[in-house]
Every structure is written in structure tokens, then in C-alpha cells.
């Protein structure tokens, strides 16, 4: 028997193996490259270069510059809203998942500090090109709806499911959440660990409490005066209503 019917040889890898590869490799690398130099700082050759392919390969698998940052961007959209689900769907009956989903967005962003920072510089660039800033909601739009699915169990758990739409909570969530990171950054202090579970909290309590239905107002306070459909009751004093 041949020494090498023991070791066969390796299968080569697919067109799309192969493709898939270099996309990551070329993420990665802009992840680095980015970090160090910024959105407006890096070049694509140096994306290119710290991936070791040339120029053309970021060309053919992104396009541009511009949607090989938006691509990252959703990556780690998503990466993020696929831990906090795993969370949410190993929360034990009873359970508050709430905190630990704190500690999560609390620990990508001690992780990853550099990509808060160019988040509000893309944005910034991107708010001045409309086509760019279409792109990116088009490609933010997939992860906003598992943020949204996630935010419909979250509801289910405070028992507020239907009250409000998930994703306008979503949009909320997404909006405190980036708000109290970028503080973070500035004043570590200011934002502890459990300050990002404890609003999240805030927010579904509030929710709850209000016992709203969309679009229909909340509970009257016991002490607002009834509601009348007479256009000119408003002005009237209250004892000749």
C-alpha cells in the first residue's frame, strides 16, 4: 500500500470558500486598519496591503471604501444583537435577562473602544452623502429587525407584549444605548456596567407601567379633568363645564 493512501489530498477550497475567505481577511483588516488611522485617515491600500491581497480585492468584494466600512458596521450590528438573543433565549423562566444585557453592550464596547469613535466619524461623513446614508440604512435594516424581534420578547417578558411596537422600542434602545457608550467613553465613570441594564429596565418599566396600547393614550391622571368633545369647554372655567 502507497505511504499516501493514509494522507489523501486536501480537497481545494471552493470558488465561494475561497471568496468568503477573502472577505473576512479584508474585514479584518479594515477593523485594524481603522482602528489605527480612522475612517477618513486609512486608504484602501493600506486595507488592502495589511490583508496581503492588492487593491483589486477590495474593489471586486466591496465595491468602494465607503461600503467595505458599511459592511463592518453591519457585522458588528449583528454579531452584537445574535449574543444579546442567545442571552434572551437562555434566560431560565423568571429570570431578568435585562442586566445581562448590560454586561454585554458594557463589554463589546470596553473590547472594542475604537469603534464608537468611528461610528460618529463615518456618520458624520455619511450625513453629507445621501446615497451613502441609504446604503447604510439599507444594510443597518437587517440587524434592526432582529434588535426588534429581540426588543417583542423582551416586551413579552415585563408582560407589555403589543402594547407598543417593537420596533419603535427598538429604535429607542438603539439610540440609549449608542447615547450612554459614546459617554462612556468620555467619562468611564459616569456609565458603570450596570447603568446600561438599569436603563433598559427604565425603559421596559416605563413601558409597562403606562399600559398603553399604539397609537391609543395612556391612563388619564386621577386628577386631569374628563375629556368632552366641546371645542369650547377649554375655555370655560371648570365649575360651568
Do not use: C
Not at 489523501?8 to 479594515?30: G, H, I, S, V
Not at 423568571?94 to 472594542?112: C, E, F, I, Y
Not at 469613535?117 to 450625513?127: D, G, H, K, S, T
Not at 438599569?198 to 391612563?219: E, H, R, Y
Request: a negative charge; proline letters at 8%; aromatic letters at 4%.
Amino acid at each position: 500500500m502507497s505511504p499516501d493512501a493514509d494522507h489523501p489530498p486536501k480537497r481545494r477550497p471552493t470558488r465561494a470558500e475561497t471568496k468568503a475567505r477573502t472577505r473576512r481577511l479584508l474585514l479584518d483588516a479594515a477593523a485594524r486598519t481603522y482602528a489605527r488611522k480612522g475612517f477618513a485617515g486609512a486608504s484602501v491600500e493600506e486595507v488592502a496591503e495589511a490583508a496581503g491581497f492588492s487593491i483589486g480585492a477590495v474593489y471586486s468584494n466591496f465595491g468602494s471604501k465607503e461600503r467595505l466600512f458599511v459592511e463592518l458596521l453591519k457585522e458588528r450590528a449583528s454579531e452584537q444583537v445574535s449574543r444579546a438573543t442567545r442571552i434572551m433565549a437562555d434566560a431560565q423562566a423568571g429570570d431578568d435577562p435585562v442586566p445581562a444585557l448590560g454586561r454585554l453592550l458594557a463589554n463589546a464596547a470596553d473590547k472594542d473602544p475604537d469603534f464608537a469613535p468611528l461610528q460618529a466619524e463615518f456618520w458624520l461623513y455619511a450625513v453629507r452623502n445621501p446615497p451613502l446614508m441609504e446604503t447604510l440604512a439599507e444594510e443597518l435594516r437587517g440587524p434592526r429587525a432582529e434588535l426588534e424581534s429581540l426588543m417583542g420578547k423582551a416586551l413579552e417578558h415585563v408582560g407589555a407584549a403589543g402594547s407598543v411596537p417593537a420596533d419603535a422600542v427598538a429604535t429607542i434602545a438603539m439610540a440609549l444605548f449608542q447615547g450612554l457608550l459614546r459617554q462612556r467613553r468620555i467619562d468611564p465613570a459616569s456609565v458603570p456596567d450596570e447603568l446600561l441594564g438599569q436603563a433598559m429596565q427604565w425603559l421596559l418599566a416605563g413601558i409597562a407601567a403606562s399600559g398603553t396600547t399604539s397609537g391609543a393614550p395612556g391612563p388619564a391622571h386621577p386628577d386631569a379633568p374628563a375629556a368632552t368633545d366641546d371645542p369650547a369647554a377649554a375655555d370655560r372655567p371648570e365649575e360651568n363645564r
